[in-house]
């Protein structure tokens, strides 16, 4: 197992998009298994394979309070969605930067657990959010894009300070 590196925005590896698992190898696996523990480590509720620069469509969730309720799934498709469900939604590929998104509260997903078997989750409020925020990671979309232009350019200043200061530039 490993702790992998999280793209950060505004990387150009962010806004790649992710191309469907076409069967599920080892390494398939070890990267699931590194996702999830990249994601426990951070203390995020969710990663997207785009954010540890694999261009593939697997997602790794926990919504879970005590942690301990792993949910991976990879070739997602939303097939359902309604309503709406607002939240203070943050991104481990945009450290410290919270603000508020409007997405559809219930959604119905299909795709393919890590034994490569077909699922399908009705997932409602906090999990239908974080879904809908790891597939817009799949297709290199950040949260951000919902923003203001204004908003968005001054979270990337603000980033791109932080980077430089942190000598990651
Ligand atoms: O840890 C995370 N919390 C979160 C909060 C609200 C909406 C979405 C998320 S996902 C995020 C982890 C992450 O960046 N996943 O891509
Ligand atoms: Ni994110």
Redesign the pocket.
Same mark, same amino acid.
């Given at each position: 197992m490993s702790i992998l590196t999280i793209l950060e925005f505004p990387d150009e590896q962010l806004r790649k998009k992710a191309a469907p698992v076409k069967n599920i190898d080892d390494n398939i696996k070890q990267l699931i298994d590194d996702m999830l523990e990249t994601m426990y480590h951070a203390g @995020?509720? @969710?990663?997207?394979a785009t954010?540890v620069n694999v261009h593939l469509q697997i997602l790794v969730i926990d919504t879970s309070e005590q942690k301990n309720d792993p949910l991976c799934l990879l070739n997602p498709e939303i097939i359902s969605k309604e309503g709406a469900f607002e939240?203070k +939604? @943050? *991104?481990?590929?945009v450290p410290e930067i919270f603000e508020k998104i409007i997405r559809p509260s219930h959604i119905t997903v299909k795709g393919l657990n890590r034994h490569g078997e077909a699922i399908e989750i009705e997932a409602i409020d906090l999990l239908s959010? *974080?879904i809908q /925020? +790891?597939m817009d /990671?799949l297709r290199g979309k950040l949260f951000v894009d919902y923003l203001s232009t204004l908003k968005r350019q001054r979270i990337k200043t603000k980033l791109e300070k932080m980077h430089r200061l942190e000598g990651k530039e």
């Open positions: @995020g509720i @969710g990663l997207a954010q939240y +939604e @943050g *991104c481990l590929s959010t *974080c /925020h +790891e /990671h």
